[in-house]
T-cell receptor, first 116, second 114 residues
């Protein structure tokens, strides 16, 4: 099963608040979990990523929490700012049997709005 | 590096016409992906290439869709004949062959079939 489930579909947060987006997966062969940020009219861009051998990764105001046993991971945006308003996608990557080829499966996306 | 370059940025065409979307991956990247993004379905992987060879095209919705990668620096996604339900933003992405490296996306082509 390649599906990655993401929630919520949309999120509204006040400036300075914490934004939390959750994702869950089924396939335990996934071994790389990136988060992408997409602004209107632009392509998705990598925000932060984690491997399953760590439980948390922090980069500035962005933190990924990873729960391997529950097959869940989440993105936390601390001190959310209006400039963070965008669509966020979680993803999971799996290495295929054919050499170095890897497949990236995306969640359905969360539209975040940070109110000023 | 200019990043992944897609053309055209916008395409409006009539139903039944052939549409060709183009992608130039980042130099040195040996994996290339074509995605389709719609409000209803989000980001869907259509096909991806590794070292110019199609690895998995199971995401291609119909035989009307075809993709080629004649060399390491160019790929096309063709829809023939196009239909209104093909209207979406089509993204091309590329990445290096190393494991756990990110995929870089182009700006996308917004296709409207009327």
């Amino acid at each position: 099963q390649q599906q990655v489930k993401q929630s919520p579909q949309s999120l509204i947060v006040q400036k300075g608040g914490i934004s939390i987006i959750n994702c869950a997966y089924e396939n335990t062969a996934f071994d790389y979990f990136p988060w992408y940020q997409q602004f209107p009219g632009k392509g998705p861009a990598l925000l932060i990523a984690i491997r399953p051998d760590v439980s948390e990764k922090k980069e500035g105001r962005f933190t990924i929490s990873f729960n391997k046993s529950a097959k869940q991971f989440s993105l936390h945006i601390m001190d959310s700012q209006p400039g963070d308003s965008a669509t966020y996608f979680c993803a999971a990557s799996i290495r295929l049997s054919s050499g170095s080829a890897r497949q990236l499966t995306f969640g359905s996306g969360t539209q975040l709005t940070v109110l000023p | 590096d200019a990043g992944v370059i897609q053309s055209p940025r916008h395409e409006v065409t009539e139903m039944g016409q052939e549409v060709t979307l183009r992608c130039k991956p980042i130099s040195g990247h040996n994996s290339l992906f074509w995605y389709r993004q719609t409000m209803m379905r989000g980001l869907e992987l259509l096909i991806y290439f590794n070292n110019n060879v199609p690895i998995d095209d199971s995401g291609m919705p119909e035989d009307r869709f075809s993709a080629k990668m004649p060399n390491a620096s160019f790929s096309t996604l063709k829809i023939q004949p196009s239909e209104p339900r093909d209207s979406a933003v089509y993204f091309c992405a590329s990445r290096r062959g190393d494991p756990n490296t990110e995929a870089f996306f182009g700006q996308g082509t917004r296709l409207t079939v009327v």
